[in-house]
């Protein structure tokens, strides 16, 4: 069982950033890959990051060049770096871990970009 905690979200202005974190209870033995989404009200949840077990790292066009996804061992946490934020990014945020072949969410946390 692993559990996920967010932190790190908040208000913002455009053009600002943020540095969401997301931290995990044990290890990272047996994740095989690392997400972050994001959902708006109204809309589906969204991709925004993936690291792989290996480093590889995959955003969508919508965030890519501002945003970026990394982690740290030795304390069990992965980070998304915002920046340059826009208030369409405005969105609750959850980390996804991917461990044993299951599925692990965080409970979110709520971003928001003013203009």
């Known amino acids: 069982q692993v559990q996920l905690v967010e932190s790190g979200g908040g208000l913002v202005q455009a053009g600002g950033s943020l540095r969401l974190s997301c931290a995990a209870s044990g290890n990272f033995a047996g994740i095989n890959a690392m997400f972050w989404y994001r959902q708006a009200p109204g809309k589906q949840r969204e991709l925004v990051a993936v690291l792989s077990n290996v480093g590889v790292t995959n955003y969508p066009d919508s965030v890519k060049g501002r945003f970026t996804i990394s982690r740290d061992n030795a304390k069990n946490t992965v980070y998304l770096q915002m920046n340059n934020l826009k208030p369409e990014d405005t969105a609750t945020y959850y980390c996804?871990?991917?461990?044993?072949?299951?599925?692990?969410w965080g409970q979110g946390t709520q971003v928001t970009v003013s203009s």
């Open positions: 996804k871990f991917i461990k044993y072949g299951s599925d692990y």
